[in-house]
T-cell receptor
Framework: GAGVSQSPSNKVTEKGKDVELRCDPI?????LYWYRQSLGQGLEFLIY????????KSGLPSDRFSAERTGGSVSTLTIQRTQQEDSAVYLC????????????FGPGTRLTVT | DQQVKQNSPSLSVQEGRISILNCDYT??????FLWYKKYPAEGPTFLIS?????DKNEDGRFTVFLNKSAKHLSLHIVPSQPGDSAVYFC???????????FGKGTRLHILP
């Protein structure tokens, strides 16, 4: 596709359930980022994948959060035992390694935990 | 610890006038700075960037200024147009490792 895609676009889940959010980056982009934006807040960095390097997980808020990137392409963000404070828009971005031009973002997944 | 700070949560500017959005950063290792624009229900879109070897970068109505000694950058939009109403995020990274850190954003309202 032409841009970064994310699925689902919206997800409503009950507290305590696990959720998986998917990101399809732009083909050829070696860097992939996950961010989240809670209501009234800025973009909070979660995790960063760059090629075959170990991911930078420094932004994950708790051990209930994990992410994988398979084959250097598609990424899945998993939240276990969801809590209401996990409700946010989860944004994925990808970029080329050169470090210029910034990341291109997907439309996001709006997660609501009831 | 906020490494990138946008201290104005919102800004209102008359159409046709100049909009100035400010951003401060604390990490002196940052060497690349970006501005993103975000409309509701959409992901942020890249607007303009500047590397630390420059102090100004211009693209049409958008100009970004960097003051490294003050660890401050600003985005100027002139003339402001109704379609500029959005949330603007300042971001910074080290080119070496690519991780982009965002500020909390400034909501810009362009008034008719």
């Amino acid at each position: 596709g032409a841009g970064v895609s994310q699925s689902p676009s919206n997800k409503v889940t009950e507290k305590g359930k696990d959720v998986e959010l998917r990101c399809d980056p732009i083909s050829g982009h070696t860097a992939l980022y996950w961010y989240r934006q809670s209501l009234g807040q800025g973009l909070e960095f979660l995790i960063y994948f760059q090629g075959n390097s170990a991911p930078d997980k420094s932004g994950l808020p708790s051990d209930r959060f994990s992410a994988e990137r398979t084959g250097g392409s598609v990424s899945t963000l998993t939240i276990q035992r969801t809590q209401q404070e996990d409700s946010a828009v989860y944004l994925c971005a990808s970029s080329k390694k050169e470090g210029t031009g910034g990341g291109l973002f997907g439309p996001g997944t709006r997660l609501t935990v009831t | 610890d906020q490494q990138v700070k946008q201290n104005s949560p919102s800004l209102s500017v008359q159409e046709g006038r100049i909009s100035i959005l400010n951003c401060d950063y604390t990490n002196s290792m940052f060497d690349y700075f970006l501005w993103y624009k975000k409309y509701p229900a959409e992901g942020p879109t890249f607007l303009i960037s500047i590397s630390s070897i420059k102090d100004k970068n211009e693209d049409g109505r958008f100009t970004v200024f960097l003051n490294k000694s003050a660890k401050h950058l600003s985005l100027h939009i002139v003339p402001s147009q109704p379609g500029d109403s959005a949330v603007y995020f300042c971001a910074a990274s080290q080119i070496r490792d690519d991780k982009i850190i965002f500020g909390k954003g400034t909501r810009l309202h362009i008034l008719p």
